[in-house]
């Protein structure tokens, strides 16, 4: 398997909330930056209608990523009106919770309780998601995962924002000037947070934990993700006539490659 698992602070329960919530933030901004909405939304949609399944549970969900932007565009297609959307996480984020369980928005909720991704049995039913989460997993619970959705028929749609082509070798080599470019890129893409709370700007350019603890996280999230190959090895037996597996790159509708995922369908 190609995959390596740096460790990232992220994963550490003691690692203060407030802290965490700052760091998923930047991701949020970061994924609409890159534009990745229409393409994970077109892979969402595909599922959901294969499926006719009228909820999403997000896994790993943090600040809320991508999901909610998402679930707006996809309830504008008739087809996929009434789609609601529960977030999760192991950690879950108070302020996304304050934020999402909004009477205005019935469709959209953030679940208060701890949901583990590698206890899916625990989660409500519907297409689970886990967007740029699955790495977080090591290969006996990433597998458990696969096999637990395969066991319950559940489809599962998994993307990561990035692949993990480079060897880990020269990965090591450009470590200190990756660090450095995400030290800066975080600095930035602060400005982009909504609703930008004093703690984010205190820890930001003040005591500058967050975008420390955010180069790290996200140099060490990229030799951890599953190449299209690793996940092959993480699926093998677990192929059988009424339960679908697909995986690839995402695309753009002009076919830029954005992400790569796995999606898992029964039949
Ligand atoms: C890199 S963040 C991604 C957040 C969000 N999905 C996004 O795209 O912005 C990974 C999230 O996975 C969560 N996580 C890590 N291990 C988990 C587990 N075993 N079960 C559920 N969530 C987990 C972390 O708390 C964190 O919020």
Known sequence: MKRVHVPEIEDASWFPSGLRASMTNLIVVFARKLG???????LVSRA??????????????GSGGS????????RVNPETANVELVMTDKFPNPEAIAR????????????RESVDATNLASAPSGL???????????PPQARAILESAHRER?????????????????????LPLGLAILFVMALLLT???????????????????????????????????YTLKDMDELLAGLESADYVWEKGYAKTEQ?????????????
């Open 36 to 42: 990745i909405i229409p393409v994970l939304g077109a």
């Open 128 to 138: 689970k998601t886990m967007v740029n989460c699955f790495h977080h997993m090591r």
């Open 48 to 61: 959901l209608k294969a499926g006719k399944l009228g909820r999403v549970v997000d896994l790993g969900s």
């Open 255 to 267: 076919g830029k490659k954005k992400g790569i995922y796995l999606l898992g369908m029964p039949r």
């Open 67 to 74: 999901m909610p932007d998402l679930i707006e565009q996809v």
């Open 191 to 225: 400005f982009g947070v909504r609703p930008l709370t004093g703690r984010q700007l205190a820890f930001t350019f003040l005591i500058p934990l967050v975008p420390m603890f955010y180069a790290w996280d996200g140099q060490a999230s990229l030799p951890r993700i």
């Open 100 to 111: 999402f369980n909004d009477p205005a928005r019935p469709y959209l909720t953030y679940a």
């Open 154 to 174: 559940q489809p599962i749609l998994i993307y990561e924002l990035q692949d993990n082509e480079v060897p880990f070798a020269l990965w090591l080599l450009f």
